[in-house]
């Protein structure tokens, strides 16, 4: 009797070379086999003669093989050809491409099951690359063969086959309760894993609902029970909270947005309570998400608290120091910079140490704050800008060791501009409360969204001159630094000399994450100084950079991001007093229809919603916590689950 969580090669047949095989799939214990599921099912009808047979039709034969033999095709590939006859008396021929072993494992009088689509070959009419397996099947009507996901030397076939001796002899303990089977007509665990791998058509949509909601609902159920753990730590309070923020306020020089007030107040509730506040800000760029948490840290100081800001990279760190310095000028506050190689603060002129850092109220910085000797006694606020670029575990780290300092939990507030869909029931259970700031400020101008293709390269190479000759600046993005073997896209280092031949009158520039720290400062002011008309970048510009002179954001070989990276990006633009442009380029027919959907929303909920359709949760994930399980079936687009799976847990 197998268990669930014997290792694979417990499994009859499965040594250490098969064994290796499975691991390329992620597949280590006998529970990883079980759900590895198929991705798709191929039906095949059973005929027993050609007649009236149309090509292309899926179907499957019982025949003797005549012969099996290699030959080279005109490309030098090895192609394997089968002639064989049916009992009817039909003959046909099969073509393999590189499949040495159906060559030396299936002889001359054998009888074999064929299961393909019937075509022209490249040696005549019958299969290319049809399922062959050992003796004569009896089907009745149609014969469905499960695919999965494979690798080298383990075909569906052998998958299948596997899988099937372990479904014979394997304990699998259920683990929904009775209550939830009952009521939802869900099939019981071992009976749902059956019918997805062999294919049950009948049974298939059930026992697919079953284990998504299996997947679900004990991912959601440890996600609040951790939240529930974490907010039972004590906190400290933060008082006087609306009086501060009317001061804060009538020290701007702008009037806040509704949203922005609307989120303050929620941070303000959080903030007066003596448990851990658990909040994200989300807002796109340029929203003035920043502006809430600048005000967040002024009333952790007259509370009498430090506040510590988190960011992915010196250049974000660095802006945050010099906006906080600037709405922050009028108040007490003593700012630090920790960046590594940058150190500095607004309250001390001479050589900056350990003690200038004690002696701070704003700690600001990269993840050097959490190697460098930051003292985080009376931290009782952190904040976290785009805490997916950073990883969970560093804010995990950050708020652990504050609250080993302290004795207390920090209030957390954590800062993005990835869209989050707001309509989605994993908000309700995240480790975070999510506040929205959706309302742009009033002088943020309008970006105009193009999609090119290769052909209209030209015309948009001259639209970029005129710009330029205007006074405005441009950032060029790439998706890769160096050219690459495996993935075909432009590369920075490549193109920068024609960059430079076709711009040979303008200033090119170029910065990625290779360059050291001080070298991408340097770029970036240059660039702010209109010494760089064009900069030549990677995907690192995608946070952090405010240029308001910055008028056009040119992405090359774009359907290699994310929609909401893209969103993200020509977020860059437009900024100042000028419209700005967001000029997407393609040389793919699918990328092209997907990147089209950009140039008339302008939602990112909505994006969001699409990234989450196209790609998967994982960027959304990722901001929500860590140990993020890799489903293999659930979707947390599929709202109607979520609030069947969320209504049972609330149970």
Known sequence: MYNFLDDIKNIKGIGDEIAKRFHKLNIFTIFDLLYHFPVKYDRFKFIDNFLNLKLGEKVCVNAKVLKIFSRKTKSFKDLIVGHFLMESGDQFVCDWFNQIFIRNNFKSGMEVT???????????????????????????????????????????????????????????????????????????????????????????????????????????????????????????????????????????????????????????????????????????????????????????????????????????ANQHFETSKKFLKNFDVKISLVSGEKNECNFFDGKFSEKEISESDFIIGTQALLFDKVDLKNVALILIDEEQKLGVNQRKKLIHDAMKKNGFAPHTLSMTATPIPRTSSLLKFSIYDISFIKEFPKKRKEVKTK????????????????????????????????????????????????WKKIFKDFKIGFVHGRLKQNEQEQVFEDFRNKKIDILLATTMIEVGVDFPNLTIIWVENSERFGLSTLHQLRGRVGRGEKNGFALFFTESFTGYKKLKFLENIYDGYEIAMKDLKNRGPGDLLGLLQSGVPTFKLADFSDEKLMKKVSSWIEK
């Open 114 to 316: 064929i299961c393909g689509k019937f075509s022209k070959t490249y040696s005549g009419i019958g299969f290319s690359s049809p399922k062959i397996s050992f003796g004569h099947q009896k089907f009745l009507g149609e014969k469905v063969i499960s695919i999965y996901p494979e690798t080298e030397k383990l075909s569906s076939h052998i998958i299948n086959k596997i899988v099937l001796e372990v479904l014979k002899n394997v304990e699998i303990p259920e683990i929904l309760n009775s209550e939830i089977l009952e009521k939802e007509g869900f099939p019981e665990r071992l009976s749902a894993i059956k019918t997805l791998h062999f294919g049950d058509l009948e049974n298939l949509k059930i026992a697919t609902e079953r284990i998504k909601f299996e997947e679900l609902y004990f991912f959601l159920r440890d996600l609040k029970e951790r939240k529930r753990k974490f907010i039972s730590f004590p906190a400290k309070k933060f008082l006087n909270g609306e009086k501060i923020f009317l001061e804060f306020q009538s020290s701007l020089p702008f009037e806040l947005t509704n949203d922005q007030k609307k989120s303050t107040e929620e941070i303000l509730k959080d903030l007066e309570k003596d448990s851990p506040m658990l909040r994200m800000l989300q807002g796109e760029t340029g929203s003035g998400k920043t502006i809430v948490g600048i005000f967040s840290a002024l009333l952790a100081k007259r509370n009498g608290f430090k506040t510590i800001l988190i960011c992915p990279t010196s250049v974000l």
């Open 451 to 498: 999609v090119f293709t290769k052909n209209s390269r030209e015309g948009s190479i001259e639209f970029l001159k005129s710009k330029i000759l205007s006074g405005d600046q441009a950032i060029v993005v790439f998706p890769l630094i160096s050219e690459s073997e495996f993935v075909q896209a432009k590369s920075l280092e490549v193109d920068i000399s024609e």
